[in-house]
Antibody
Framework: QVQLQQWGAGLLKPSETLSLTCAVY????????WNWIRQPPGKGLEWIGE???????NYNPSLKSRVTMSVDTSKNQISLKLTSVTAADTAVYYC???????????WGQGTAVTVSS | QSALTQPPSASGSPGQSVTISCTGT?????????VSWYRQHPGKAPKLMIY???KRPSGVPDRFSGSKSGNTASLTVSGLQAEDEADYYC???????????FGGGTKLTVL
């Protein structure tokens, strides 16, 4: 069965760049949009954006200026970069596979990222 | 502040039914039949329970049902079980390729 495994730096200083990777095991990137969603401590979910196997992207307008997503089909991986982080970017970041519009049916285990000086 | 409004808490006894609401606007919930619901246990990733307002993914029991009226969507959990105690989040398409407008979450307690 398809599984998502994600990793990346867990502690950043303000103004640094967040970088996370999500690998797809047991399936292909093709045919789906792959998303990043985050959850600040004790708070709700926030959609960051998505990318498909061809590199076509959609980003949350509120984060668009700082977000870059990329895909590596040879490694079956997607990546997220978020620049100029602040404490407000402290959250658990999830990668997820979109099933249909605005529905995410397969999730990674989550990566906790803390931004602190 | 979340774009969709959910009650912070809900509760019910085992075997009872509980309904959680999710209120948006005509630009999201009311404008599209793309509302989904997620259950999240502490420390775990969310799990998709309902998509496209009322459809259940394979493996989700029919105790979970969804509906929508105007700008408000609802999730009903029937026959409450201990495992249903969790946080529940709604999500909607927000138009203009904004693919994930979420609610603030509802903590469901099984008494």
């Amino acid at each position: 069965q398809v599984q998502l495994q994600q990793w990346g730096a867990g502690l950043l200083k303000p103004s640094e760049t967040l970088s996370l990777t999500c690998a797809v095991y047991g399936g292909s990137l093709g045919g789906y949009y792959w998303n990043w969603i985050r959850q600040p401590p004790g708070k709700g979910l926030e959609w960051i954006g998505e990318i498909n196997h061809s590199g076509s992207t959609n980003y949350n307008p509120s984060l668009k200026s700082r977000v870059t997503m990329s895909v590596d089909t040879s490694k079956n991986q997607i990546s997220l970069k978020l620049t100029s982080v602040t404490a407000a970017d402290t959250a658990v970041y999830y990668c997820a596979r979109r099933v249909v519009v605005a529905a995410y049916g397969l999730w990674g285990q989550g990566t906790a990222v803390t931004v602190s000086s | 502040q979340s774009a969709l409004t959910q009650p912070p808490s809900a509760s019910g006894s085992p075997g009872q039914s509980v309904t959680i609401s999710c209120t948006g606007t005509s630009s999201d919930v009311g404008g599209y039949n793309y509302v989904s619901w997620y259950r999240q246990h502490p420390g775990k990733a969310p799990k998709l329970m309902i998509y496209e307002v009322s459809k259940r993914p394979s493996g989700v029991p029919d105790r979970f049902s969804g509906s929508k009226s105007g700008n408000t969507a609802s999730l009903t959990v029937s026959g409450l079980q201990a495992e249903d105690e969790a946080d529940y989040y709604c999500s909607s398409y927000g138009g203009n390729n904004n693919l994930g407008v979420f609610g603030g979450g509802t903590k469901l307690t099984v008494l």
